[in-house]
């Protein structure tokens, strides 16, 4: 890893001030695409926090914070009253974030500071935050906080980059929005289908070798698109249903690819949220002479320490139809619903695809995997019994014509009441040059003024200024000359002529001075900023017939 702080740019010089210990990405893709964890029976839901990402417009590079930012945002969020698990001893390694229901996390977007010779004064962050529920797999809230440090002092420089990131954070710790997001969801206490009872096709395949016919197992999967994400899934039948997770189904239309490169659509038929399971069926024709492969099932009790199988798409697309072997390490219930525990690697893609037996029979649904500081080998699938509980199906001879119904997908309540992210409101950009925005807020005023000023405004102001002065001094300077005694009748009459004309002057020369302010706008507001300079007049009549006469220079 090598350090950003050995850039020389203005942006880059920014980001080492405020993050000293932030690494050079590639490390940030992927960090929390398929964050999950175990969950614990609790009053509050733990919330714990994975990475805080650097991602400057205009900057090509991509950072990620050093784990000493974790511990400081961990230790906040404990001191709001959260219940933060992760990184618990540092002496001895200990670190519970796979207890946690809810992931934090959080991308540096804006950066910027006020500063003299590259010494700053004033500086401020903007952080787009996401709280991830682990168990769908979904941000539920997203919020971008943004914090300024005003009269930055050299001792603060020190730990600037973390009072910033800390700032920002409790902007979203004191938001309501924030806190309802983490109220524990309704733990499901028995699984009941929330259809009437349906069959489906058998597969007509018997078994599959896995050691030697894992091809076949692996024409029955599919890749599962939607709104830009995907997943995986597997056929069930040969007339087009196949199974999935419901997180993966978050959309009533999906786009299904098979192993040939077939892309087809499909809709969803059922969907239970509550064991992450759903049914699809394909609505566009199969490629000529192509029946789909299926899968058989396996619905006999689990064994412990079995070889089994995860066929998907881990990570990305180009690597569908892959193959991982592990074992059944396990099956748990957590909030009321078994999973089957695999050390098979499961990645973000995984979800939706089947774990199968050496026998290529469906042992269950990928749902999660536990991702965490030195966690290892914890995914988890949804049993294919509970599964098909939960779906209200059952394998026959026949399939129900309810599955086959092209409308189907409308019928799912489940799928009418997905939630969707809470985006909360954004803060507005704080100053970090107040008497610097005060001066181009005035001069940026004035010139909307100047804009606003009619042409003859000046003219009057200072011609009538011009004379009113000069009357002003010609009144007091014949009268100063006058005297009834001994000035002669002709001086006297000239005088008197000059100090007409100087009173008449200033008469004029006030009256045009004050009219230049009379005539000149006022400071206009941003709404009457907008509107174009000039005269206008305007005619009004109230509803009780009064006759309103308004302008405006």
């Known amino acids: 890893m090598h350090f950003l702080g050995s850039k020389t740019s203005r942006a880059a010089w920014a980001l080492a001030v405020a993050m000293s210990s932030v690494a050079a990405a590639g490390t940030a893709a992927g960090q929390t695409a398929t964050a999950a964890a175990t969950h614990v029976a609790t009053e509050r839901p733990a919330v714990s926090f994975t990475n805080l990402v650097l991602r400057l417009e205009n900057e090509d590079d991509i950072g990620v914070a050093s784990e000493g930012y974790r511990i400081f945002i961990l230790e906040a969020m404990r001191k709001a009253g959260l219940r933060a698990v992760g990184g618990e001893d540092l002496v001895f390694g200990k670190d519970h974030s796979a207890k946690a229901d809810f992931l934090l996390g959080g991308t540096v977007h804006e950066l910027q500071c006020h500063d003299k010779h590259f010494d700053p004064r004033a500086c401020r962050v903007g952080i787009d935050w996401e709280l991830l529920d682990v168990r769908t797999d979904k941000v539920v809230y997203r919020k971008t906080a943004r914090f300024a440090l005003l009269a930055i002092s050299p001792d603060v420089q020190k730990t600037l980059g973390r009072r910033l990131v800390l700032g920002a954070l409790g902007r979203v710790l004191g938001a309501q929005a924030f806190l309802s997001a983490l109220t524990p969801r309704s733990k499901p206490s028995a699984l009941q289908p929330q259809y009437g009872a349906a069959t489906f096709t058998k597969c007509a395949t018997t078994t599959i070798d896995m050691q030697s016919a894992a091809n076949d ?240 405004v000046k003219p009057l102001r200072y011609a009538g200024g011009f004379f009113a002065i000069t009357g002003a001094i010609t009144i007091v300077a014949t009268a100063d000359k006058y005297d009834s005694a001994a000035t002669p009748r002709k001086a006297y009459e000239n005088l008197r002529l000059g100090n007409d004309l100087a009173w008449v002057a200033t008469v004029v020369g006030v009256s045009a001075f004050v009219a230049s302010f009379v005539l000149a706008p006022a400071a206009p507001s941003e709404h009457e900023a907008a509107k174009p300079a000039g005269a206008s007049v305007a005619l009004t009549v109230s509803p009780l017939g009064a006759i309103q006469l308004s302008g405006r220079y």
């Open 217 to 456: 197992a692996l024409d029955a999967t599919a890749i599962v698109e939607a709104h830009g994400s995907f997943g995986s899934g597997f056929f069930v039948s040969n007339d087009g249903l196949l199974l999935t997770a419901a997180h993966v189904a978050d959309e009533p239309t999906l786009t299904v690819k098979l192993r040939d490169g077939s892309a087809l659509r499909a809709h969803v038929v059922r969907i239970e949220k509550n064991v992450d399971a759903a049914l699809l069926r394909v609505d566009d024709p199969l490629p000529a002479g192509r029946a789909p492969h299926c899968l058989p099932l396996g619905l006999e009790p689990k064994v412990t320490g079995a070889e089994l199988y995860a066929m998907g798409a881990p990570v990305a697309k180009d690597l569908g139809f892959s193959l991982t072997r592990g074992i059944l390490s396990g099956v748990r219930e957590i909030d009321g619903v078994r999973f089957l525990q695999t050390d098979a690697s499961l990645n973000h893609g995984n979800s939706g695809g089947p774990l199968v037996d050496a026998h290529g029979r469906v042992l269950g649904i990928v749902s999660w995997k536990a991702v965490a500081t030195s966690v290892e080998g914890l995914g988890f699938a949804v049993p294919i019994e509970d599964a098909l509980r939960g779906l209200g199906l059952t394998e026959a001879n026949e399939t129900a014509l309810a599955l086959l119904q092209p409308t189907a997908a409308t019928s799912s309540p489940q799928l009418a009441a997905a939630d969707e992210t809470f985006v909360d409101t954004a803060d507005a950009t704080p100053s970090i040059d107040p008497e610097g925005d005060k001066r181009r807020a005035a001069a940026q005023k004035e010139a909307k003024l100047d804009a606003l000023t009619p042409w003859y």
